[in-house]
């Protein structure tokens, strides 16, 4: 009997144990590569080291970028300002235009 009371209690802390260490992770979103605006001349990359470059044809802008959950941070080099963007579906939305990930 004790010994069938002790299992239970064990089997009961272990899944609880479970429980909290799959509850408190957040998911991981890798967004390097290349995206684009449909249609137009305008591309952002990010690299794997947390830069980026963005492009609209002629001009090019970089700096750096960090991922917070579904938010993408843009430091703008020389700018003292961060731009905040949002990942969405494979999408990052920045300043309301969706570039798409190629």
Known sequence: MRKALF???IAVVVLSLLAVGCGGKTEVISVEGIYEVPGEDMTLE???DGSYV???????LGGSYE??????????????EDE?????DGIIILEGVEYEKQ
Do not use: Y
């Open 7 to 9: 299992i239970s209690v």
């Open 46 to 48: 990010l690299g794997a």
């Open 54 to 60: 963005l492009s609209d044809g002629p001009s090019n």
């Open 67 to 80: 991922v917070n959950g579904d938010e993408i941070v843009f430091e703008f080099a020389g700018v003292e």
């Open 84 to 88: 905040t963007g949002k990942i969405k």
